[in-house]
C-alpha cells in the first residue's frame, strides 16, 4: 500500500507525535484527579490506567483518613505474662504475712493450725485462680470480675460487684495497705507514724501517718494516668526486689538463728486453744474443738484471706494483655502458687525463729520485726521495714493501675460516671483513677486497719463464691463457647472452693458480726443505685 504525500510528510508526522503526547498527558491528569490517594509508584504499574478508569467511575471522592482521636477509643496490648505474673504476686504480697500471723495464732494457738490456715487459705487461693483461668478465657477484655458476674447472672449481679468492689474491696484495701506503708515508716521517721497526733478534724482525729498513706495514693494514682508503661515498670521493679528480699529472709532464717523453737512450737501439733494476755500480762490459753474451732478457724482465715487477695487483679487489665486467653489464666496460677508458696515458708521461718508466745504477742503485732530482730540483731528492724515499705508501695501501685478498669468497663455499660469510661492520651482511664483515688483516701483517714481488714474479707470471698458458682451456670448457658482454659478440677474443686468459702462467710457472721454485717449492707445498698443508673440510661436512649 502507497503511503499518500501528505501522510509520508515531516509536518505530518510531527502533528502526529504531539497529539499523542498532548493524550497520554490527558490521561495521567485525569488519573491523578480521580485517584487522590494512590502513591507516585502506581504509575509504573502495568495495569495502573485500567484500574484507573474503573476507579474513576465508581468512586468521586478520596475515602476520609482515620481521626486521631479513634486512636485511644481503646487499651494498648503492652502487658506479657512475665508483666501479669508480676502483677498477680505485687498485688497480693502487702503488709499482711509481716502482720497477721500474730492474730492468727491468737486465735488457734498451735503450730499445726497456724500452718493449716496457710494450707488452707492456699488451696482456696489457687482453686480460685485456676477456676477463673476458664472465665478470663471466654471474657478476655477489660473489667474481669465485673464481666463474669455479669454474663454469668444479670447485669445487677455484676453491678452489684462493681459497686461493692468501688466503695470496699479495692479502695478499702488501699486505703489499708497504705496505712501499712505508714506504720512501718514511723520506725525510721517517728513523726510520720500513725500515733503522731497532728489536729482534730471534727468527727475525726488525723495523724500524720494517715497523711502519708494520702499521699501515697496521690503519687501512685499520677503515675499511673501517665501510662499503663509506667505502672508495669513499678510493679515488675518492686514485686521482684520484695520477692528476693522475702526469700532471702526465709532463707536466713533458717541458717543464721543461734537458737532454734522449732521442735519446742511443734510439740503443740494440732492441739487449738484461744490464747489471750490479761492486764498484768500473764498468757492465758483455753482449749477449744467442734464448733468453737470452726470459728476459730474463720476468725483466723480473716487475715490470711487479706494477705491473699488481690490475684484477680490481673483479670481487670485483660484488654491490655498480649494473648489474653492465655497469659491471663496461666498468669494466675503462677502468681498464687509463688505467693502460696512464700506465705506457707515464712510461716514456717517465724515457727524457727520464734517462741509461740512471742509470735501470738509481738509488739503491735509485727511478727516480721521481732524475726529479723532475731535473725539480724543490729539492723533487723530497720531492714524489715524497709522491706515492708516496698512491699506495701509496689502492693499498691497493682491495686491501683487495675481497679480503675472495673469503673472503666462499668461507664461502657451505663452504670458508672460517664467520664470514667473516657481513655486520655496516654490510653488509661485517668477519671476512674482519680475518683479511686478520693474514695481511698477518705478510707485512710479512718486509720483503722482491723476494722477494714474484717470487712473486705468477708465481702471478697462472698464475691469469689458467686463468681466460682457462675462456671457451672455458664458451662449450661453457653456450652458451645469457646474455653482455652477449662477450671482443673471440675467439678469437685470449684464445689470444695464454693463449701469452704460459705462456711467462711456464715461463721464469720457468727463469731465477728461487728464488720461483717455493715460490708454485707454496703453490698445491698448497690440495689437501689442500680435502678437509678438504669433509669438515667432511657432518657438517653430516647
Known amino acids: ?146 464481666v463474669y458476674l455479669k454474663e454469668a447472672y444479670n447485669p445487677l449481679m455484676g453491678f ?88 532471702g529472709l526465709i532463707l536466713f532464717g533458717f541458717l543464721l538463728v543461734k537458737h532454734s523453737f522449732w521442735a519446742e512450737n511443734w510439740s503443740t501439733g494440732f ?30 482465715m480473716v487475715g490470711s484471706i487479706f494477705s491473699s487477695d488481690a490475684w484477680n487483679n490481673v483479670t481487670f487489665i485483660a484488654g491490655e494483655m498480649k494473648n489474653p486467653k492465655r497469659n491471663v489464666g496461666l498468669s494466675l496460677f503462677l502468681g498464687t502458687l509463688i505467693v502460696t508458696i512464700i506465705y506457707v515458708s515464712a510461716n514456717l521461718m517465724y515457727l524457727n525463729v520464734l517462741p509461740l508466745n512471742e509470735l501470738a504477742f509481738a509488739k503491735d503485732d509485727r511478727v516480721a520485726v521481732a524475726a529479723a530482730n532475731t535473725i539480724f540483731p543490729s539492723f533487723g ?48 482511664p485517668q477519671f476512674a483513677l482519680w475518683i479511686q483515688c478520693i474514695v481511698a483516701c477518705a478510707w485512710s483517714l479512718s486509720g483503722k486497719y482491723g476494722q477494714l481488714l474484717d470487712m473486705i474479707s468477708f465481702v471478697v470471698v462472698l464475691f469469689y463464691v458467686l463468681t466460682i458458682i457462675g462456671i457451672f451456670i455458664l458451662r449450661k448457658k453457653r456450652p458451645d463457647a469457646e474455653r482455652p482454659y477449662k477450671a482443673f478440677g471440675y467439678p469437685v474443686l470449684p464445689v470444695i472452693y464454693i463449701l469452704l468459702g460459705l462456711a467462711f462467710c456464715i461463721l464469720l457472721i457468727i463469731y465477728k458480726p461487728q464488720f461483717t454485717w455493715p460490708g454485707l449492707i454496703i453490698v445491698l445498698a448497690g440495689i437501689p443505685l442500680y435502678y437509678f443508673a438504669v433509669s438515667q440510661q432511657k432518657p438517653a436512649k430516647e
Open 381 to 428: 528492724t530497720t531492714m524489715i521495714a524497709a522491706l515492708i515499705m516496698v512491699s506495701t508501695f509496689g502492693c499498691n501501685n497493682g491495686l491501683i493501675l487495675a481497679g480503675a478498669r472495673v469503673y472503666y468497663t462499668m461507664a461502657k455499660d451505663g452504670l458508672f460516671f460517664k467520664k470514667a469510661g473516657d481513655l486520655n492520651k496516654n490510653a488509661v
Open 160 to 247: 452489684l460487684y462493681g459497686w461493692s468492689f468501688f466503695a470496699v474491696i479495692q479502695t478499702a484495701t488501699i486505703a489499708a495497705v497504705g496505712v501499712a506503708f505508714s506504720k512501718f515508716l514511723a520506725y525510721m521517721v517517728p513523726e510520720l507514724g500513725n500515733n503522731y497526733f497532728l489536729f482534730d478534724a471534727g468527727i475525726i482525729n488525723v495523724y500524720s501517718g494517715q497523711l502519708v498513706a494520702i499521699v501515697i495514693i496521690c503519687l501512685l494514682t499520677y503515675v499511673n494516668s501517665r501510662g499503663v508503661k509506667e505502672g508495669k515498670f513499678i510493679q515488675t521493679l518492686f514485686t521482684s526486689a520484695k520477692l528476693l528480699a522475702l526469700f
Open 271 to 300: 492441739n487449738a486453744m484461744h490464747v489471750e494476755k490479761d492486764a498484768t500480762g500473764t498468757v492465758n490459753a483455753v482449749g477449744i474443738g467442734g464448733a468453737a474451732l470452726m470459728g476459730a478457724i474463720a476468725a483466723a
Open 1 to 146: 500500500m502507497v503511503k499518500s504525500t501528505r501522510e509520508s510528510s515531516p509536518a505530518f508526522r510531527l502533528f502526529i507525535i504531539i497529539n499523542s503526547k498532548v493524550s497520554k498527558l490527558k490521561v495521567y491528569v485525569h488519573s491523578r484527579k480521580s485517584v487522590k490517594t494512590k502513591p507516585p509508584i502506581i504509575l509504573f504499574d502495568p495495569f495502573y490506567r485500567k484500574s484507573v478508569f474503573s476507579h474513576s467511575l465508581k468512586t468521586t471522592a478520596s475515602p476520609k483518613p482515620t481521626p486521631m482521636a479513634e486512636q485511644q477509643t481503646g487499651f494498648k496490648q503492652s502487658l506479657g505474662l512475665f508483666d501479669a505474673t508480676m502483677i498477680v504476686a505485687g498485688s497480693m504480697i502487702g503488709s499482711g504475712i509481716f502482720i497477721v500471723s500474730a492474730d492468727i495464732t491468737r486465735n488457734v494457738g498451735s503450730a499445726g493450725w497456724l500452718i493449716a490456715v496457710w494450707v488452707i487459705t492456699g488451696f482456696m487461693t489457687i482453686t480460685a485462680a485456676m477456676s477463673y483461668g476458664e472465665l478470663s478465657g471466654m471474657y478476655p477484655k477489660a473489667g474481669g470480675q465485673y
